[in-house]
């Protein structure tokens, strides 16, 4: 859902860089809006993503690539209420590097001896599955430019099993995610944006408010700082930045961690990055052929 022909993002995060075993993120997508001559008022989506992780000694990862899939329908005709559904697939792979693992077997009682065996046995140490999503958004947008959106996503339909040991006993449980956003006008330049994510996954949670001052530099919208303050429970304050500028937004945020965790990583949380950029291509006018009425 926006406002334009074609659409790229991408975002990094950097995660707990003082702690040896050190997390990184990077995410990047493109998605494209049509509009076929049958539908009067609706259009649809396509998109292609691309997902990097890497965490660990081990260097465990995974490299994701998903196609998606979307259908917009305009509830009202002057855009003030947007319906959209989508479905997400993917083929996913993730593993480790076993080499760079240590085990009680290689320490003979006074040093490290890597060439040891282990005396553990890997089947394998990649696993490669398919991954199967939907979800699904409305946006209303009602007097005085005030703006309420809500997402829902149902991830891992499929419950994909990941294992090393030959096994169906490891599986990706369900994963809800529920997404609240609403924004209204405080003033002509100053807007104010209140967002909540909540996220289910078996016997896990996570909840993260958030809030932020968006002020326009210029008068006609083109140009845009924001600031504000996100909180995930129970584990840390993020603090965030962004800068819109026509269809360009982008932005950083950084994690003040103040859960227990804290004692190794002494605050440092993770760096944030991210840019995305709609373009907008207008057809070229052709104008229709007319005989000059000078020789009618």
């Known amino acids: 859902m926006f406002n334009g022909d074609y659409r790229l993002s991408a975002i990094y995060r950097s995660q707990w860089q003082s702690v040896p075993v050190s997390y990184s993120t990077f995410n990047m997508n493109g998605e494209i809006r049509v509009k076929p001559k049958k539908l009067n008022k609706d259009m649809l989506g396509f998109g292609l993503m691309f997902n990097n992780d ?20 305009l509830a009202k005709p002057d855009s003030s209420l ?83 040991q030959g096994n169906d006993l490891s599986q990706l ?15 002509i330049k100053t807007d104010l944006i209140a967002e909540a994510l909540i996220t289910v996954q078996g016997n896990n949670y996570e909840l993260v408010p958030h809030a932020s001052i968006k002020y326009h530099m210029l008068g006609n919208y083109n140009k845009a700082v924001l600031a ?19 269809t360009m937004q982008s932005g950083i945020s950084y ?31 052709t104008p229709k052929k007319r005989t000059c009425p000078v020789f009618m």
């Not at 890497?54 to 329908?73: E, V």
């Not at 449980?173 to 405080?186: Q, R």
Request: proline share 1%; glycine share 8%; charged share 15%.
């Open 228 to 246: 504000g303050f996100c909180w995930r429970s129970r584990d840390a304050v993020i603090v965030r930045f962004g800068y819109h500028y026509k």
């Open 173 to 187: 449980n369900f994963k809800l995610t529920n997404c609240l956003s609403f924004s209204m006008p405080l003033s």
């Open 82 to 164: 947007i319906l959209t559904v989508g479905l997400n697939m993917g083929y996913c792979q993730v593993g480790f590097d076993y080499t760079k693992m240590t085990f009680n077997n290689q320490f003979d009682g006074f040093t490290f001896n890597n060439s040891s065996s282990s005396g553990e046995k890997f089947y394998w140490t990649s696993s490669n599955f398919v991954d199967v999503n939907f979800g699904s958004v409305i946006q209303y947008v009602f007097k005085n430019k005030n703006k309420l959106i809500y997402g829902l996503g149902v991830h891992h339909i499929n419950k994909p099993e990941i294992t090393y």
């Open 255 to 285: 994690d003040i961690n103040v859960s227990d965790f804290n004692m190794a990583t002494n605050r440092r949380g993770s760096l944030e990055l991210f840019i995305n950029y709609v373009f907008n291509f207008k057809s070229n006018f």
């Open 54 to 73: 890497k965490a660990g000694d081990a260097y465990y990862g995974s490299n994701q690539i998903y196609l998606n899939g979307t259908y917009i329908y």
